[in-house]
Protein backbone atom coordinates (compact mmCIF):
# COMPACT_ATOMS: atom_id res chain seq x y z
CA UNK A 1 0.00 0.00 0.00
CA UNK A 2 0.92 3.94 -0.27
CA UNK A 3 2.01 6.37 2.44
CA UNK A 4 1.82 9.69 1.49
CA UNK A 5 3.59 13.23 2.74
CA UNK A 6 3.95 16.35 2.03
CA UNK A 7 6.69 19.08 1.67
CA UNK A 8 7.33 23.05 0.71
CA UNK A 9 10.07 23.73 -1.44
CA UNK A 10 11.51 27.44 -0.36
CA UNK A 11 11.28 30.14 -3.28
CA UNK A 12 14.99 29.72 -3.17
CA UNK A 13 15.38 27.45 -6.87
CA UNK A 14 18.42 25.26 -5.83
CA UNK A 15 18.57 21.17 -6.08
CA UNK A 16 16.67 19.34 -3.57
CA UNK A 17 17.24 15.72 -2.49
CA UNK A 18 14.68 13.10 -1.13
CA UNK A 19 16.27 10.46 1.10
CA UNK A 20 14.61 7.29 2.34
CA UNK A 21 16.15 4.55 4.89
CA UNK A 22 14.49 1.32 5.11
CA UNK A 23 14.69 1.27 9.25
CA UNK A 24 12.80 -2.47 9.87
CA UNK A 25 14.59 -5.84 8.70
CA UNK A 26 11.98 -6.60 6.18
CA UNK A 27 10.77 -4.40 3.62
CA UNK A 28 11.28 -2.62 0.13
CA UNK A 29 9.70 0.30 0.13
CA UNK A 30 9.81 2.41 -3.22
CA UNK A 31 9.54 6.22 -2.91
CA UNK A 32 8.17 8.42 -5.48
CA UNK A 33 8.02 12.09 -6.14
CA UNK A 34 5.17 14.26 -7.38
CA UNK A 35 4.22 18.02 -7.66
CA UNK A 36 1.12 19.45 -6.00
CA UNK A 37 -0.75 15.97 -6.22
CA UNK A 38 -0.22 12.14 -5.27
CA UNK A 39 2.48 10.11 -7.44
CA UNK A 40 1.32 6.95 -8.55
CA UNK A 41 3.34 3.80 -10.00
CA UNK A 42 2.73 5.93 -13.67
CA UNK A 43 2.93 9.49 -13.11
CA UNK A 44 5.82 10.72 -11.07
CA UNK A 45 8.80 13.62 -11.61
CA UNK A 46 11.05 11.22 -9.84
CA UNK A 47 11.62 7.78 -8.23
CA UNK A 48 13.91 5.54 -6.37
CA UNK A 49 12.70 1.92 -7.11
CA UNK A 50 15.98 0.14 -6.43
CA UNK A 51 16.21 -3.15 -3.61
CA UNK A 52 16.02 -1.73 0.13
CA UNK A 53 18.51 -3.37 2.80
CA UNK A 54 18.44 -2.08 6.08
CA UNK A 55 19.78 1.24 6.58
CA UNK A 56 20.85 1.80 2.90
CA UNK A 57 19.86 5.62 1.68
CA UNK A 58 18.47 6.08 -1.25
CA UNK A 59 18.19 9.20 -2.87
CA UNK A 60 15.87 11.46 -5.87
CA UNK A 61 17.81 14.44 -6.84
CA UNK A 62 15.37 17.42 -8.11
CA UNK A 63 16.77 19.90 -10.15
CA UNK A 64 15.99 23.57 -9.11
CA UNK A 65 14.12 24.22 -12.07
CA UNK A 66 11.74 20.85 -11.79
CA UNK A 67 9.14 22.66 -9.36
CA UNK A 68 7.76 26.07 -9.04
CA UNK A 69 8.90 27.63 -6.42
CA UNK A 70 7.95 27.65 -4.00
CA UNK A 71 5.92 25.12 -4.59
CA UNK A 72 4.48 21.74 -2.71
CA UNK A 73 5.77 18.21 -3.74
CA UNK A 74 3.93 14.80 -2.64
CA UNK A 75 6.42 12.10 -1.48
CA UNK A 76 4.37 8.42 -2.12
CA UNK A 77 6.12 5.42 -1.00
CA UNK A 78 4.73 2.36 -1.67
CA UNK A 79 5.33 -1.53 -0.51
CA UNK A 80 4.74 -3.93 -2.88
CA UNK A 81 4.15 -7.13 -0.94
CA UNK A 82 5.21 -9.36 1.55
CA UNK A 83 6.46 -7.56 4.78
CA UNK A 84 5.61 -4.55 6.77
CA UNK A 85 8.40 -1.93 6.72
CA UNK A 86 9.53 1.10 8.71
CA UNK A 87 11.46 3.87 6.97
CA UNK A 88 12.48 7.50 7.78
CA UNK A 89 12.08 9.89 5.11
CA UNK A 90 14.07 13.48 4.31
CA UNK A 91 13.60 16.39 2.13
CA UNK A 92 16.73 18.79 2.34
CA UNK A 93 18.96 20.94 0.02
CA UNK A 94 21.63 19.11 -1.82
CA UNK A 95 23.97 21.45 -0.91
CA UNK A 96 23.61 20.42 2.76
CA UNK A 97 24.58 17.13 4.44
CA UNK A 98 22.66 13.89 4.73
CA UNK A 99 19.91 14.27 7.04
CA UNK A 100 19.60 10.64 7.76
CA UNK A 101 22.20 8.83 10.14
CA UNK A 102 24.21 5.82 8.99
CA UNK A 103 22.65 2.73 10.28
CA UNK A 104 23.75 2.85 14.22
CA UNK A 105 25.01 6.11 14.07
CA UNK A 106 23.24 8.66 16.33
CA UNK A 107 21.00 11.60 14.84
CA UNK A 108 22.57 15.28 14.18
CA UNK A 109 20.69 18.26 14.19
CA UNK A 110 18.54 19.01 11.50
CA UNK A 111 19.72 21.54 9.10
CA UNK A 112 17.09 24.27 8.75
CA UNK A 113 15.39 23.72 5.82
CA UNK A 114 15.23 19.85 6.41
CA UNK A 115 12.21 17.72 6.92
CA UNK A 116 12.13 14.24 8.90
CA UNK A 117 9.62 11.79 8.87
CA UNK A 118 8.84 8.04 9.95
CA UNK A 119 6.45 5.80 8.37
CA UNK A 120 5.41 2.62 8.38
CA UNK A 121 4.06 0.37 5.81
CA UNK A 122 1.87 -2.38 5.92
CA UNK A 123 2.38 -5.45 3.64
CA UNK A 124 -0.41 -5.87 0.99
CA UNK A 125 -1.96 -9.52 1.06
Keep these: ?24 PVGDPDVFLASASMPTLHSFLGADVAPNVQGATHMILVPGG ?3 R ?7 VYGFCCDDATFLLA ?35
Design 66 to 68: TIA
Design 1 to 24: GWAYFSASLPAVDEDAVVELQLVS
Design 91 to 125: VRRASDPPVLPALGAAPGALPSLALALAGSLLALA
Design 70 to 76: PGLVVLG
